[in-house]
């Protein structure tokens, strides 16, 4: 072989993994950001203020991730997560108002 073909091997085996780590690095981001935006969500379910869409969300980013499109994954999480996020802020400055529904769930 010649020297610029060892060269050019050399560089393309770089760049190849590089890419693979940067895959793995994304996967493990969008992991970490489904599993944040879930326990989020866990809470506000428990106000009993979740948003309509947080958890279909979630969903569509857990099928993103195991189809290891790791990128819509962890946009759609982030989305989640923010979502839930706004309804506990949500829920705690709402709190002390009167909520029609709760009380007629009392009755």
């Known amino acids: 072989m010649g020297m ?14 590089s890419f693979a780590f940067a895959d793995t ?14 326990a989020k969500n866990k809470v506000a379910i428990k106000l009993k203020n979740e948003w309509r869409d947080t958890r279909k ?30 309804a506990i802020e949500q829920h705690n400055a709402q709190k002390n108002k009167y909520r029609f529904l709760d009380s007629y769930e009392e009755n």
């Open 4 to 17: 610029k073909k060892i060269k050019s091997l050399i560089l393309a085996c770089l760049i190849s993994s």
């Open 25 to 38: 690095d994304l996967s493990s981001k969008s992991e970490d950001m489904i599993k944040k935006a879930q």
């Open 57 to 86: 969300i979630i969903k569509k980013a857990k099928k993103a991730h195991s189809n290891k499109n790791y990128s819509k994954s962890l946009k759609l999480a982030e989305e989640a997560l923010n979502q839930a996020t706004m």
